[in-house]
Structures are given as C-alpha cells and as structure tokens.
C-alpha cells in the first residue's frame, strides 16, 4: 500500500464509524436544490487556481477548471445569477488579525494573483464579484443580502480552499438562511486529506455533497431565470 | 424672519424640549476620544462632494473638504489610522434591494462618480478603502474587524449624509464596541435640516459631536501612534 | 398657534422643501408589500410602553397598542409569522459600549420591564421572541438568516422607538434584502416631533410609511401561508 | 492494531504531510495571548455535556468539565470576563434553516437541556450568558461588540463540539480582530478523529491550540483585572 492508499483506507474507515453516529442521531439530511438556485465561485483568482503561488492549490487544470467551466455554461443558459469572490486586500491594516497567522502580503488588489482566473473569468457589468477579507464569503460581505434581495434560496458552491473558505462560507450559508450545494469535482485545497474530510463533515451537517453530472441534471431541467 | 431662520427657530425649539427629556432621563452621557482614534472619511467620493450628480452635497467646497484636508493634515502627522469607504456597484445584482427605493446605477465600479475625491485622496498602500454597498460603513464590510485588529477604540468621522450613511455608521459604531466623534464642520447632507436634525439626535444617543477645533486640539495632544 | 402647532408648521416646510428634492433626483419609489410578509413588533416591552420607566414613550394606550393588536389578530388569521423584540441584558459586560452614551441598568432579563406587554403578548411555542441588545432588529440577531429560511420578503414593522430602533432596522431591512412596511399609526417615541421627522426621513430612502387601514386592507387580501 | 490507533496512525501521517506544506508556504505563525483575555465556554449545555441527548459529547466527566472547573477557577482569581454559550430555540420558525439538515427539536429555551451545567454555572449577574442560534458564537450574536466594548483582544476557548460550534467560532474570531486561544483539554466532539483533525487544522491556519498546563500558567502570571 502506498501511503496515499493508507490515507484513504485510514478515512474510510473513520467515515464509517462517524456516519454511523451521526445517522442514529439524526443528522445528514438532505437539503436539497431549492428552487432559485445562484453559483458561487469562491476564490478561484490566479493566486490559487496557478502554479507557484504560496496559495497554489492541486487539481486546478484537471479537474477544477474544466468542471467549473461546464458549470458556468449550463447556468448561463439558464441565466442564473453568478457571483465570484476574490480575497484581496489594499493596506497592512485592511488585513486585520490574519497575519497573526498567516502572511498575506501576497494578496493585493489590483495584482495578477488577486484577479480570477481567466479561464472562467466573469462577464463585465454581468455577473457580481465580492472582494472579501475573511474565509467565508458571507462574513464581512453583503452577499447575503444581495441573495435575498434576488430572491435566491440556493448557493451552488465552487472553489477554494476546502478546509478554509469553502467551508466557512456553507457553513454561514445555513445560517443566512439559504441551502448549499457543494460540487465534489469543483472543489480543492493544498494539503492532503483535506477535501475528502470536509466533504464528508460538512455534507453530514451544513450543505449537501453533489456529483458535477448531479449538478448538471439538475440545472438542465430549470426553466431560464425571469428577472424584473 | 426668511424660511431658513423660522426652520432653525423652529428646530431651535424641538431641540430644547428633546435635550430637557433626554437630559431627565439620562441620556445625553459623554463618551469622549478614547485612547486609539482612527479617522473614517464616509463617502467622500466625487459623486457626493461635486456638483452635478443626483448625489451631490452642500457645502462641499466652503466647508467640508477644507475641514477635512486639516483634520487629515493633523492626523498624518500622528500616523493615526485612515479610512475612507465610498459606495460602488459592479452590477444590478450587486445593489441588492435597495434600487427598490432609488436608483444607483450612477454608482458603478471604475467610474469618477465613485473615486475619492482628490482634494482629499488616500494614500494608496497606507489608507485603507472600503467599498460599501449599504449606508453604514459597518454592514456588510470588514470594518469592525480591521479595526479591533489594530487595537482602535474610537472613531473620528467626516463625511455624508448625515442622514443616511453616517447616522447609520455611528448608530453601528457603538453596536460593535467603539465610541465615535462626529465633526460637525466635516459632514453634510444634501436636505435642509437634515444635518442639525440628526446632530442633535446622534449625539444625544450614540456619538460625541464636536467642533473641529476641539478635535484638531485633541489630535494635536496625542503621541504619535507607534506600529508593530 | 401653540408650540405644538409651530412644530408642525415647521416641519411641513422642512418635509415641502426635501421631499422636492428627494422627488428630482429620484428617491421616494415604492417598494411595495412584497409576496411573502412577517410582523415584526419592535421593543414593545413593559418598559417602553408603560408609564414611570426611563424608556416610557408617549400614545401606547391611545393609539399604538389598539393598532397593534388589529394588526395581529388580522395577521393571526393568514398565520403569517410574527416575531417581537425585547432589549434585555444579562450583566454589564452584555450591554458593550451602549453605557458610554445611556444608562441601561433597567434593561436586565427575566424583569417585568423588558417582557413584552400583555396586552399584545407573544404565544409561546408559535411566535418568535428575539432578545436583541443592540438598536436595530438585525444588528448583533439571527433575524436576517431565520426570515430568509421561511421565504419572507417583507417585514410590516410596528414599534418604538421611530427615532432609535424602528429607524435603524427598517435601514438594515433593506440591506439584508428585506423590504419593510413601517404601520403609521403604531410607531412611537419619547420626544417631540422625532416621530414625524424619521417616518418622513426612512419613506424616501429605506421602506413604505402606510397606514394602519392600508396595511389591514392588503392583510385581508392576502391567502393564508401554508408552512411546510 | 486497534481500529483506534489505526486511525491515529493515519492522523499522524496525514499531520506530517500537511504540517509541512504549511510550515514552507508560511502558515502556523504563532498569534499568542494578547494582553487582554476573556474566556468563552462554548455550548457547555447539559444536552452536549450529559449522557443520554443527541448532542452528547466525548469525555465530558473524565476531561473536560474537570478541565474548565480549573480554568474558571483560575480565571475568577484575576477577575476576566467570562461568557457561555448555549444554543436554544423558541420555536420552529427561531431554527431557521438549520432543519433542513439537523433536528433541533431538542433544543428549546427553559429546557434543563440548554441550560449551562451546574458543575460550571455562571455566576448570575456577573457572567454572560449568549443563546446564540448557529454555530459560531460570532455569527447572529453581540459577542465581538461586547469584547471589544471591555477592551478584549483574546478569547480563551473552551467547550464543544470542536468540528462545528468551536472550530467556526475562532475563524470567526480572527476575522473579527481576536486572536484565540483553544485549550486542547477543554474541547470534545461526538464522533472519533474530529478532535484531532480539527485542532490541527485551526491552529495551523486560525488560533493558538495549547495544553491547560500553558494556559493556566499564563493566567497566573497575569495581573488581576481591574474595571473602570
């Protein structure tokens, strides 16, 4: 066994015994789609969707990108709202606390690394981006709001990283008010094992877990988005 | 009597019965500089202090930006923290519910309208910009956060509407555990009584309400402010 | 004339002249009654509506509490939600920095002063009570997250007071993406003319100002909710 | 090998990996004590701290209610400022959308369920309690207002459960402007691996995780508070 292999084994077998509890106890129901339904990108700016950032995550080019953009295209059809985060910052002081943890002199606006990736880049004047400090892009943004104003009751969640702002920003999604969709093959981090136990813990208690094809379906069979 | 002066005689009495009521009943407590000001500039962007845009302010040129450029000088000088919001949009979906009661499509991203007066303008990589999208500073942004971070207590503001975005931001202020002093030659509003009104209300409630000179000698008292 | 009447006068020429303003350059919409209302009953608590507290606001029994026992048991009849608050701390260390400003040593959980009146009281099980600390109805509360997760789109608003917490959450309303409908006949305050000021003031930029009838009127025309 | 020390056998190697990873691109600073701390108990209920609930915990008798009884003892001496959290309900429509994934009909205000347990109760009057509605006790609550109103930097974090209530509440904290401290003894979980995992992880990316030892070290060596 490889130690890769050991790792799986090691999490499968611990995702065993928790899914057990968690069911008896009556957690891990499905949330579902909703019915309006918007696609959140969180983070997918150079920084971490390219190569030889010090926030440079794995699976960008063969699997995150290309599933994002199948995404993107079946929500355009349908019009669906879509809304981008980037985190970027334009002092020392616009930074807050993080430093205390982590360095974040990387992430200036108005540099390459904060911009989105060009390949999945939003439309000028069309679609919505949320320049955010904080991991969730609930916290310290107006996207809740803006959700509600629209009358949207579903975010479908791509991006990164796993174990950080994808996490944190379905977690507040609950609380906000609003199901989420969190899609399996649109998601990364850095560190090993990091995915894998994220998808299992969140999809027991904030959001739900769906295959990119699920998602897919799914959005193939709204009728286009009707805006005022 | 002009209409002006039976409007000020008018709020002249209101002001006198009010403050009599609040003064019995213990309001109208003073709660003074603090120990770590910073200064917030609220809305001081070109759609607000020039003339010609549907949200165009009095007394821009005579009081208020002449005010403010020495209320900066002074806090430059004790490298006190500055911040400036300003209220842009990157789409109709970005505004929310607010085009419900007004439009805002003159408020977009990347425009004049939405740019920092220069008369005033941060220092780019030392002042700190945020981009607000409601009218207090505090919702939906950051900045409770930065400025926790930064060990500030207290809230020195300029700015417009009095209304509006600074009413609100200091009715926020005391909410998330800062004091705040509003100048009262910095901000203005773009309705007659609109300032007097909510000077007298907020400062009964929820801020300082002081005079230029009174601020300028406080900041003149401090040492300046030392940065890890 | 009297004092009273001067007041009002005064204030007609003040509303003539802003609402002009308002009108040229594009506020003053309508945002209507939305699809999917709730109650919310703002700071209704002993201390607030009856005689000898700091707090006492004047036209409770005459006029505030008859209308809003119409309005809920209209409301009661389409079971819609109805959600009250109270301003109610546990010790000094809860009540933050409000003290700088107002003492709010009278405000303590589990007295008689901060427990909503019995007149319009909640029942329990069905209605929802939330203990606010702060002005605004949104500030520091769940309330934006639990509205949006029953699909409300508007919240009717009756309370106290007009110049402090009804203000102040019909202006968070908005940018948590809520229209709000502000029932004329049952707001209130403690000090002259602050009632009038802020109903004129929040109709042009942040909600709809409507009577008691108009509200009972649109109540009556709507089918009952069904929850789920 | 037991299945347990299988398991942790994998945690180790999955540590080692990504520890690494971190420790080369920067993360894992230390953001210490601060100057000025307070404690935060989080949800240390009878539901999660008693046998026989769905919310019950892991080692509650053995570890962790012995843990936080030396902690608040030590943090009563120097007179800090310590909170509790519960989570509890008024009615359905208080849950918002958290039912969508999780019953929490258990969890109704009054309930011996959500009430502190008394082998660590707050002191009435003096400590505060905050019925907080979603995971975090940041998220829908005061709690930042109020620390930073007392001039708090650093919240001392004790309670469960440590992949969902504790674990989003110091991300929050960071983005709020405190650093945290999480006491490795003094947090549990219903389900095996998510204490580890989860200690890892924050403290690579969002608090101090350190023993008890440490931490009670650090309160004895802290002059006693002193309020104005």
Chains 1, 2, 3, 4 share one sequence.
């Not at 440079?56 to 063969?62: I, R, V």
């Not at 949207?152 to 174990?163: P, S």
Request: net charge negative.
């Amino acid at each position: 066994m490889t130690i890769d292999d050991k790792l799986h084994a090691a999490l499968d077998t611990i995702f065993s015994a928790d899914a057990k509890l968690y069911q008896e106890r009556g957690w891990n129901q499905r949330s579902g789609f909703g019915t309006h339904p918007a696609i959140l990108n969180i983070d997918l700016a150079n920084a971490w969707t390219r190569d030889g950032f010090r926030f440079t995550c794995e699976h960008m080019d063969d699997r995150i990108i290309p599933g994002v953009q199948r995404l993107l295209q079946s929500a355009r059809i349908k019009q669906l709202p879509i809304i981008y985060t980037t985190t970027a910052f334009c002092s020392t002081f616009d930074m807050g606390a993080f430093p205390l943890k982590t360095p974040f002199e990387d992430l200036m606006i108005g540099t390459t690394a904060t911009e989105i990736d060009e390949r999945i880049a939003p439309i000028a004047g069309i679609d919505t981006l949320i320049v955010k400090k904080r991991p969730s892009a609930f916290a310290g943004t107006h996207l809740a709001g803006i959700l509600r104003a629209a009358g949207i009751d579903t975010i479908i969640c791509t991006g990164v990283t796993m174990a950080g702002c994808v996490r944190h920003t379905v977690e507040d999604a609950l609380g906000e008010g609003f199901r989420s969709v969190v899609v399996r093959e649109c998601v990364g981090d850095r560190v090993p094992a990091a995915v894998e136990w994220n998808l299992f813990d969140i999809d027991m208690k904030y959001c739900d877990v769906e295959s990119l094809e699920t998602v897919l379906e799914h959005l193939d069979s709204l009728a286009p988005r009707i805006t005022s």
